[in-house]
């Protein structure tokens, strides 16, 4: 029951963090969904940090859960970015769409691939 709990307090902390950020006046005016890339590649770089630091520190169990699953699945939007790019789409922007897609997956695997050789 205590991993449940820290999992949803720390998934309330990411959704606010993603709301919160979502209210900064920053966008692309050809509707490409700047925000959530940017969050979804901030939270694959946190997510690596952690899974590096969690093993490599032996940092407590429960802590990294509630950091990884919780903070971080509630902050990071994949159904947001998968709703995006089919509003992308259905908007006939097939090359920004694709360009999101690609930027999305290529940059957070970067993020992480940068902080699993930084803090190594």
Do not use: D
């Amino acid at each position: 029951m205590i991993k449940c709990l820290c999992v949803g307090l720390g998934g309330a902390v990411g959704a606010m963090l993603r709301y919160l950020i979502g209210l900064v006046p920053v966008g692309a005016s050809n509707g490409f969904p700047v925000k959530t890339l940017l969050i979804n590649i901030l939270g694959a770089f946190v997510i690596g940090v952690l899974a590096v630091l969690g093993e490599k520190h032996s940092l407590p169990p429960l802590l990294v859960l509630t950091l990884k699953t919780g903070v971080c699945g509630g902050f990071t939007t994949f159904s947001t970015f998968a709703l995006e790019t089919s509003q992308l789409f259905q908007n006939g922007s097939y090359g920004l769409g694709i360009g999101y897609v690609c930027a999305s997956v290529i940059l957070s695997i970067a993020a992480v691939q940068f902080v699993c050789l930084w803090l190594s």
